[in-house]
């Protein structure tokens, strides 16, 4: 692919990332939580956008001429997948913990979970 293209994938993928967390941390608000849209903006844009940043990085490093080593690129590509995977998991609704989600969001999820475990007790 080269350079450029590779460079232009890597900005791409970081404004993704930025844009995921900034529209959940502070254009919408608590109300938002639970919907379908969150969890796209939770779940799979963050792990889509950290496999294509790899992707646009090692393109770009291609492109310039310095390889990346084999075992690096495959176990660092494989672990991304992974997380894709999850990240697809979670869209889909299955809880997963979202580390990249915002402090309200954290909030909300352990109220809710001090909720539900008093709720076993009583």
Do not use: C
């Not at 990332?17 to 796209?40: E, N, T």
């Not at 790899?54 to 660092?76: H, K, M, Q, R």
């Not at 609704?93 to 007790?121: C, D, F, I, S, Y």
């Amino acid at each position: 692919m080269g350079a450029v293209p590779g460079l232009l994938i890597a900005i791409a993928a970081i404004g993704a990332l930025w844009w995921s967390w900034f529209y959940q941390a502070r254009i919408v608000g608590p109300s938002w939580y639970g919907s379908f849209g969150s969890r796209i903006f939770l779940y799979l844009i963050p792990s889509f956008s950290l496999l294509l940043l790899w992707v646009g990085i090692s393109e770009a490093a291609t492109g310039f001429g310095a390889p990346l080593p084999g075992a690096l690129f495959d176990t660092v590509t494989v672990g991304l997948f992974v997380l894709l995977l999850l990240g697809i998991v979670g869209t889909l609704g299955v809880p997963l913990p979202a580390p990249w989600a915002p402090r309200w969001m954290r909030e909300h999820r352990q109220k809710n979970r001090q909720k539900r475990r008093e709720g076993k007790t009583s």
